[in-house]
């Protein structure tokens, strides 16, 4: 029998809270984990970190990478024709996990503090450019555009190198940003970001690598 949707949530409105909680516990539980994920994620990161600092993101962070490079959401199968759209549970919760601290790194450097933001930057760039080597993560096709982030990390990253660095460190970092840029149609528009933050010395010196490495840019 099919449940019709604004029928059962008009007997939701008139039952009491204890009687909404027991069916909300067992919801959760017939939920599988990314269903899960999808419906209570937000909130139980806003609660369970809602206190949490720089340095514990850090180490956080410092974990998840631990954890991606040791293969713990690495979940392989054999793929066919049948089942080659589906996406293990760990390689989901792996690409919401990169999310949130991508979105929380963010939010370090609206509160400028960008060299620790900075550190979690490098660490969470790494992980994902090991992810793109194949053994982190497992799936017929995937990518950081399965990435479900709220903040545009990318441009973050770029302001908070282009406070703290010199002009060499700041090209040698983002350059590589250019190139993955230009792998992808210039879909994350990697240059203009640059050149939006980037002091005369530094964007000088991202010229010079863009014309000595034949970077395209459109």
């Not at 850090?58 to 054999?78: D, L, Q, R, T």
């Not at 049948?82 to 549970?89: A, G, H, L, T, Y």
Request: glycine letters at 2%; hydrophobic letters at 35%.
């Amino acid at each position: 029998m099919e449940i019709n949707k604004k029928t059962i949530f008009k007997i939701f409105e008139k039952l009491k809270k204890p009687e909404l909680l027991e069916y909300l516990k067992s919801s959760f539980i017939e939920m599988e984990d990314k269903q899960r994920r999808a419906v209570f994620q937000e909130l139980y990161n806003e609660t369970t970190n809602k206190n949490i600092n720089p340095k514990q993101l850090y180490s956080k962070i410092v974990a998840f990478h631990k954890k991606s490079v040791n293969g713990e959401y690495y979940a392989p199968f054999n793929i066919n024709s049948k089942n080659f759209r589906n996406i293990p549970n760990e390689t989901d919760e792996w690409f919401s996990e990169m999310s949130y601290y991508l979105d929380e790194t963010t939010n370090l450097v609206e509160k400028k503090e960008f060299k620790i933001a900075n550190q979690c930057f490098e660490i969470l760039h790494d992980t994902i450019e090991e992810m793109g080597n194949g053994e982190v993560v497992f799936a017929d096709e995937y990518g950081d555009w399965m990435l479900v982030t709220k903040t545009d990390y990318e441009d973050a990253y770029i302001k908070s190198l282009a406070q703290i660095e010199e002009e060499d460190k700041f090209a040698e970092k983002v350059v590589p940003l250019l190139v993955k840029d230009s792998y992808q149609s210039f879909s994350s528009k990697i240059y203009s970001k640059i050149k939006k933050v980037a002091n005369s010395k530094q964007l000088k010196k991202v010229q010079e690598q863009i014309k000595l490495k034949n970077i395209r840019l459109k």
